[in-house]
């Protein structure tokens, strides 16, 4: 599905941040793959200790230092298949910052605006989540994770792999602070 133009051309869904994020990603890299329970079938969304990741990963803190915020919680983003339903997260901020930890650089985030509300269903460790229909669906914008990014997570939005580059593995930081004002900076 190709993206078009958006209808509602005021609305920035993400932007590339200007944060140190090489360091981190390649030590986050190293810690998800050393837990077993990372790469585990079932849900995506892999919720972690941030405080165990804090402090075995400093270079998280070190990243976000020029953002001033404090860290609400830390998870991996999963994918073994080419792509994950159009969806919105269950979050009560409405952005948050991803960075690519591995295989990210074949994969693109899709951005939708619906004809059709949600449907609710479980994901496989209980937790509901909102799925869209495709067929309701219009892609509206697009990006490659290949730096850090801050995106509207709670906007229709699905991760589609290109080839079989799996698994595929992002960081999503939660944050106390908002930070929707940077997208329209």
């Not at 165990?52 to 998280?60: A, F, G, L, T």
């Not at 892609?139 to 490659?144: G, I």
């Not at 939660?174 to 930070?179: A, E, S």
Request: glycine share 4%.
């Amino acid at each position: 599905m190709q993206c078009v133009k958006p209808i509602n051309t005021q609305m920035k869904y993400w932007k590339y941040l200007d944060l140190n994020w090489r360091p981190a990603s390649l030590r986050l890299r190293e810690y998800a793959l050393s837990r077993p329970e990372v790469l585990e079938p079932g849900s995506y969304f892999k919720l972690q200790d941030h405080a165990d990741i804090v402090n075995h990963v400093p270079e998280v803190v070190e990243m976000l230092e020029p953002l001033k915020i404090d860290i609400r919680f830390i998870a991996f983003f999963v994918q073994l298949t080419n792509n994950c339903n159009i969806h919105v997260d269950q979050d009560s901020q409405y952005t948050r910052i991803n960075i690519p930890i591995l295989n990210c650089e074949h994969s693109e985030t899709k951005f939708f605006t619906s004809s059709k509300g949600p449907v609710r269903a479980l994901e496989a460790s209980g937790v509901p989540y909102y799925y869209y229909e495709p067929e309701y669906c219009t892609c509206v914008s697009s990006y490659k994770l290949d730096g850090a990014i801050l995106l509207r997570v709670r906007e229709p939005h699905q991760v589609v792999i290109h080839g079989d580059h799996y698994p595929r593995i992002s960081c999503s930081i939660g944050y106390k602070q908002d930070l929707t004002h940077l997208l329209d900076e």
